[in-house]
């Protein structure tokens, strides 16, 4: 998860807003978010985080598990669950590191017996990697019992809120955004806990989805813009569970039933296993996430009610159509999210479609390595040419996004030192023009290659023979009339939602 990071100062910020009616547009050079520790070989945006909650089943941790694994894409640097126990008391595992590795030790998932767990995956930004303390679901007792939550996200008045509560004599512990929905349920002076909840909700501005354990609820939330995605699904033995995609739910054999609605809160009780709903905030225009169809979710899960597959399929499809490669020999993609794309490309254009890059899973990080020679062989490693399929020919290299440009530029070179004749570079999203404010690590607008260079530049810099992307416009016209449903934000820099900057603290003596 990231937070909210202001580089420039709020009054200068100030000065440089002033969003036209309907689409705010963030000013030139404004960068929302660190990029963190800097993966080489993987150019693509991360994702900040997954969520699995398994309610009425007595192996809900177990279940929770298995989905946090299904959904490891979303977040490899933290996983932690929360289960609700026969006592009525929540405890709670969590650890540094991918799923398997926190709970590697079957004592740790034995230490969670209860119907109801809440589970969580994550990345984290630079300074905060290493840190357990930000690693979720968090846990906290108030004047009411115990409330766990979990948060995929990104509140956007973040720093609004921790500089009032701080001022208010609230004391974190995190350096997440999400504490700061514990401490605004904790001071709320409404009851229950649910109307709690909606109060805290009406405050926060921005991306986030989110769940709530208690001894005896589970409450789902979204809010009213329904950036980030979540849906309900229901087991065989009548127990409910939530996921940010359904491929979790896929996995432990829950039929997928809807979406958590833009604004929504579903609360389920656990004692009758009532599923009742409510409106949490009147709802706003409909902003979900364009990229989570472009790269973030998993092919075989369903979002924002579309199979990511055929969105895929769908985008390399006008791609083609948009920008053919006259000439060309062979379609390959760039494994593994480039697949579709590239299916559908070679099905528009006629053109060969087979596996020329081939992705090794278990590399590790390249930025470990110690020297960029270094690590430019380990690139090879993760991703080798098939040179049968590659030489003497003019290939279509095929990716769902282009952001920094540093791998596209070195699969550029291993398909020519392969032996191929010409490569031809397709995009299948528009050029990335601006950071995400929205839960979505993206490096800093100066890292953004497009946002530096025109196309002829990035095609010089990358190295290919030819460069082009899917445009806004074609993006646009797959989805139709529910264009306007989708924030892309990314390629237009119209932010839906703006941040909200801290006022200037006022002069105290420390005590």
Request: glycine share 10%; net charge negative; proline share 7%.
């Amino acid at each position: 998860r990231l937070r909210y990071a202001p580089n420039p100062s709020p009054l200068a910020l100030r000065r440089r807003l002033s969003p036209p009616a309907g689409a705010a547009l963030l000013p030139d050079r404004v960068t929302p978010f660190s990029y963190g520790a800097d993966d080489e070989s993987d150019d693509h945006p991360r994702e900040e985080c997954g969520l699995v909650g398994v309610v009425g089943h007595p192996d809900a941790s177990s279940l929770c598990y298995l989905g946090l694994q299904k959904l490891q894409h979303r977040g490899e640097e933290g996983a932690g669950i929360v289960a609700a126990g026969g006592d009525g008391k929540l405890k709670s595992v969590t650890g540094l590191g991918l799923v398997a590795d926190v709970f590697g030790d079957p004592s740790r998932l034995a230490s969670l017996p209860g119907p109801a767990a809440i589970g969580h995956v994550r990345y984290s930004t630079a300074g905060a990697a290493a840190s357990l303390r930000n690693v979720q679901p968090f846990l906290a007792g108030y004047r009411f019992g115990q409330v766990a939550v979990a948060h995929n996200g990104n509140l956007v008045n973040y720093q609004a809120l921790r500089s009032k509560l701080e001022a208010r004599g609230s004391i974190f512990n995190t350096t997440s955004d999400t504490e700061v929905i514990l401490h605004l349920i904790s001071t709320s002076l409404s009851r229950p806990l649910l109307a709690r909840i909606c109060d805290a909700c009406e405050r926060l501005a921005g991306a986030y989805s989110l769940l709530f354990l208690t001894a005896d609820k589970l409450f789902a939330v979204r809010d009213p813009h329904g950036f980030r995605p979540l849906v309900l699904g229901r087991l065989p033995n009548g127990a409910v569970a939530f996921a940010s995609e359904t491929c979790a739910l896929d996995l432990i054999d829950a039929a997928y039933e809807r979406e958590v609605e833009p604004g929504e809160v579903v609360m389920v009780d656990r004692r009758d296993m009532s599923v009742s709903s409510a409106c949490l905030v009147p709802r706003l225009p409909r902003r979900a996430c364009v990229f989570e169809h472009i790269y973030f979710s998993l092919p075989n899960s369903v979002v924002f009610s579309h199979d990511v597959h055929e969105r895929r399929t769908a985008f390399g499809r006008a791609l083609a159509e948009e920008s053919p490669a006259p000439g060309a020999d062979v379609v390959i993609p760039v494994p593994d999210s480039g697949f579709y794309a590239a299916l559908g490309f070679s099905r528009e254009s006629g053109l060969e479609f087979q596996q020329g890059l081939i992705r090794w899973h278990y590399s590790g990080r390249s930025f470990i390595q110690p020297t960029q020679a270094i690590r430019d062989l380990a690139v090879k490693l993760k991703l080798a040419p098939v040179r049968g399929v590659i030489r003497g020919k003019s290939v279509v290299v095929v990716d769902d996004s282009l952001v920094r440009g540093t791998t596209s530029s070195k699969i550029v070179r291993l398909l020519r030192d392969a032996g191929a004749r010409e490569v031809h570079m397709r995009i299948a999203s528009p050029p990335v023009v601006g950071s995400c404010l929205y839960g979505i690590d993206t490096p800093s607008d100066g890292e953004l290659i497009s946002n530096r260079m025109d196309l002829e530049g990035v095609r010089r810099e990358i190295g290919s023979d030819s460069l082009a992307f899917l445009s806004l416009d074609k993006l646009h016209g797959i989805y139709g009339e529910e264009a306007g449903d989708y924030c892309d934000a990314c390629f237009s820099r119209k932010y839906p939602v703006l941040p909200t900057l801290p006022e200037p603290a006022a002069e105290f003596d420390e005590e």
